[in-house]
Nanobody, 117 residues
Framework: QVQLVESGGGLVQPGGSLRLSCVAS????????MGWYRQAPGKQRDVVAG???????NYADSVKGRFTISRENAKNTVYLQMNSLKPEDTAVYYC???????????WGQGTQVTVSS
């Protein structure tokens, strides 16, 4: 059974930084795509960033140059470093693992990020 546990959310002022972490268990972590989505109140869940097994990454246009995704396979962990945060980054951030051979996403419980002065 796949479990994803996020941490690192919180309240930060505009221009500040946060680092989210997601620890995975129940799969051979290193071979799967991992990443982050976010969902603001009243809006759909949107992709933020993804990282593939080979280390290549992709980002939503709205976070390019500000957010960095990385993974540490030895710790079954994926990170999202968020810099220059804006109020519009406020959302619940969800970690995912994508099992490509089944076309299935697994999700964490979410962590709240609030950017406000």
């Amino acid at each position: 059974q796949v479990q994803l546990v996020e941490s690192g959310g919180g309240l930060v002022q505009p221009g500040g930084s946060l680092r989210l972490s997601c620890v995975a268990s129940g799969r051979r972590f290193s071979i799967y795509e991992m990443g982050w989505y976010r969902q603001a109140p009243g809006k759909q869940r949107d992709v933020v960033a993804g990282i593939f097994s080979g280390g290549s990454t992709n980002y939503a246009d709205s976070v390019k140059g500000r957010f960095t995704i990385s993974r540490e396979n030895a710790k079954n962990t994926v990170y999202l470093q968020m810099n220059s945060l804006k109020p519009e980054d406020t959302a619940v951030y969800y970690c995912y693992l994508y099992e490509g051979n089944l076309g299935r996403h697994y999700w964490g419980q979410g962590t709240q990020v609030t950017v406000s002065s």
